[in-house]
DNA sequence: GAGGACAGGTCTCAATTAGAGACCTGCTTC
DNA sequence: GAAGCAGGTCTCTAATTGAGACCTGTCCTC
């Protein structure tokens, strides 16, 4: 609870900071959750945390993310060294993808947010029941 | 550890159960996740975990939001119950947003998220940097 | 009492981004 | 020789975003 605090006082401080200058903004905590932020990838870093998978098990795994997404996505997180690429010389070459150790220790934290959803889940949904409903 | 696995096996389940189906995707993790997951519900959330604020003032702590996505954000934010609209009927009336009991318990995850972003982010621009020079 | 400022929005329009799905190369199977 | 899969890329369209004009109502200043 306190730590909770501190972090997100540490946080909006440099928010703030900026808040002041005239530059754009630039900020590494907003960086890093921009792309960990995007629809696709929390989903295919929990994808993987079970097994190293290929492409198109990811595909089948995710089933309505297009292809292109999908190659966008795993470029990306790959690019922030999340998670790593690996091609094999099979017949037709397979291509595998795996949680870098910078993605496992993504697992922790994303865990918690995960089962913060999982628990809250209820409550949101009335909450939304009980908008939509309400007067006006 | 154990603990962050055991979270996303349960959500996998729920996926791969999914994957069979022949219905739209539907789970209660990637509902919520894809409502908290957005460019700027975390930065409204983290700004309103110090204090109350009102619309302006949240304008000009996240200054790259437009008034027509914070509007929104913050609706949304409202619909789900993670935050309150307060209406005070003051000279010109002013309009406060404070964060629900739901929302602060929020807070705690999105903390440990929030920590991990700001403890790595060195690796991860580090990894960009390195993949960006690579060959080709 | 005209002009400007601020609060809290809404509306419109242009630019960006995402999704569907066609297409490509190389190899295997019927 | 038609068809299928793997791992993508490309194109076109649809949805989402951001910039910024506009609106209503109440101050304050001159």
Redesign the pocket.
């Known amino acids: 609870m306190g730590t909770a605090l501190s972090v997100i006082e540490r946080f909006s401080r440099f928010q703030s900071d900026d808040a002041q200058s005239a530059e754009p903004v630039c900020c590494p905590v907003r960086d890093v959750l921009d792309r960990i932020g995007?629809?696709?990838s929390v989903l295919v870093i929990m994808t993987l945390a079970t097994r190293p998978q290929?492409?198109?098990?990811?595909?089948?795994a995710i089933r309505?993310?297009?292809?292109?997404?999908?190659?966008?996505t795993?470029?990306d997180l790959e690019r922030d060294g999340l998670i790593t690429?690996h091609?094999?010389a099979t017949?037709?070459?397979?291509?595998?993808?795996r949680l870098a150790p910078l993605g496992q220790s993504l697992l922790e934290p994303m865990a918690s947010l995960v089962d913060w959803a999982d628990r809250r889940y209820s409550d949101i949904h009335a909450a939304r029941v009980r908008f939509d409903e309400s007067p006006l």
Chains 1, 2 share one sequence.
């Open positions: 995007d629809k696709w290929r492409f198109s098990e990811l595909r089948r309505d993310i297009s292809k292109r997404m999908l190659t966008q795993l470029r690429r091609v094999y017949k037709p070459p397979s291509v595998e993808y």
